[in-house]
C-alpha cells in the first residue's frame, strides 16, 4: 500500500524565518503535487513537480522532487502571516489500471507575526 | 479557469437518510473523483471516474455509490447515512493528470 508522509504535521514559525518540509512516498512515481487549504476553503494547486529534479517557484514557496529518494520538499523562506494555511503533498500512482493521486495527510502551518 | 461546483456547503442530515452530493464541472474533464476529509485523516478517495458511465471504487467505498449520466456532473451517493458519514466531501475534476486536480468548495455534511 502506497504511503504518503508528510513532516511535520504541525508547525508554528516565526514570520521572517526559513523553513523546509518534507514529503516521503513509499512507491515509484515520477509525479508530485502540493497543494494549500486554507481554513474552512477547499484545496489549490500550488505546484506540480513533473519529473526527478524539477523545481518550482512562487513567491516565497520553492519546492523540489528527488523521485529516486522519493522525496519532495517544500521551503518556505521569509515566512508572512498569509502563508498559514494547511499544506497537503499528492503522488500520482498507476494502480490496477487507474491512475490517481494519494495525499499525505497534510501540514498545518502558523505563522506568528 | 475550470469551475467545479458543488451544490451545497452545509448539509445536515438525518441518520438512514439517502444523501445525493452533486458536483459539476464545466471545462469537459473526462476525471471526477469524490474524497471525504477528515481531521488527522486527509485525504481519502471514495470513487472516481474516467468516463460517462463509468465508475471505479476508491480506497473507501463502503457505504458509497455514485452517478455518472453525463460528462459535467458526477453525483455522490450516501444510501443510508450514518453518524460516521459526517466529514467534509471534496469534489475534483481533472484534464490530465500532468495538470493535477481542480477541486470544489466542498460540501461539509453532518449527519445526526
Known amino acids: 500500500e502506497l504511503k504518503v508522509e508528510q513532516n511535520p504535521l504541525f508547525l508554528s514559525m516565526q514570520e521572517g524565518k526559513n523553513y523546509t518540509i518534507y514529503c516521503n512516498y513509499s512507491t515509484t512515481s515520477d509525479r508530485l503535487y502540493w497543494y494549500r487549504q486554507d481554513p474552512g476553503k477547499s484545496l489549490e494547486s500550488l505546484f506540480v513537480?513533473?519529473?526527478?529534479?524539477a523545481v518550482k517557484q512562487e513567491g516565497r514557496l520553492m519546492a523540489s522532487l528527488d523521485t529516486k529518494a522519493r522525496l519532495s520538499t517544500l521551503h518556505i523562506t521569509a515566512a508572512v502571516h498569509d502563508l498559514s494555511a494547511t499544506y497537503f503533498c499528492?503522488?500520482?500512482?498507476?494502480?490496477?489500471?487507474?491512475?490517481?493521486?494519494?495525499f499525505g495527510k497534510g501540514m498545518k502551518l502558523t505563522v506568528n507575526p | 479557469d475550470v469551475k467545479v461546483t458543488q451544490s451545497s456547503r452545509y448539509l445536515v442530515k438525518r441518520t438512514g437518510e439517502k444523501v445525493f452530493l452533486e458536483c459539476v464541472q464545466d471545462m469537459d474533464h473526462e476525471n471526477m473523483f469524490w474524497y471525504r476529509q477528515d481531521p488527522g485523516l486527509g485525504l481519502r478517495l471514495i470513487y472516481f471516474?474516467?468516463?460517462?458511465?463509468?465508475?471505479e471504487k476508491g480506497d473507501i467505498p463502503e457505504g458509497y455509490s455514485v452517478s455518472r449520466e453525463k460528462k459535467e456532473r458526477f453525483s455522490l451517493i450516501l444510501e443510508s447515512a450514518s453518524t460516521n458519514q459526517t466529514s467534509m466531501y471534496l469534489c475534483?475534476?481533472?484534464?490530465?493528470?500532468?495538470?493535477?486536480?481542480?477541486f470544489g468548495s466542498g460540501t461539509r455534511l453532518t449527519v445526526v
Open positions: 471516474s474516467y468516463d460517462v458511465k463509468m465508475k
Open positions: 513537480l513533473l519529473s526527478n529534479g
Open positions: 475534483a475534476s481533472s484534464l490530465d493528470l500532468s495538470y493535477g486536480y481542480t
Open positions: 499528492a503522488v500520482f500512482i498507476t494502480q490496477g489500471g487507474s491512475e490517481k493521486l494519494v
